[in-house]
């Protein structure tokens, strides 16, 4: 099992920037993948980002040429520029194999 925890999350305006780091620990062979996900009220989770251990990594449209991934198997980030309000979500990393932090909240006020 991974343990996963992320930080970095917070209050920004509309136009910040915010970075978020997955901190993994335990049996880190398990991480299969570097991602991040986002979920609001009443609706699904959604992909963010994924990062490969290849170094291949894919992006929601919504955020592409805003957020970067990066990092390695043991930390990984999602740098987050020119947020909008509908950013707002709650941020979860994932490492594959139904592996997931407990979230961090960021919120981008208009």
């Known amino acids: 099992q991974v343990q996963l925890v992320e930080s970095g999350g917070g209050l920004v305006q509309t136009g910040g920037s915010l970075r978020l780091s997955c901190a993994a620990s335990g049996s880190i062979f398990r991480v299969t993948v570097m991602g991040w996900y986002r979920q609001t009220p009443g609706k699904q989770r959604e992909l963010v980002a994924t990062?490969?251990?290849?170094?291949s990594s894919n992006y929601a449209d919504s955020v592409k040429g805003r957020f970067t991934i990066s990092g390695d198997k043991t930390t990984w980030y999602l740098q987050m520029n020119s947020l909008k309000p509908e950013d707002t979500a709650v941020y979860y990393c994932?490492?594959?194999?139904?592996?997931w932090g407990q979230g961090t909240q960021v919120t981008v006020s208009s």
């Open positions: 990062l490969t251990s290849g170094g």
């Open positions: 994932y490492a594959g194999n139904w592996q």
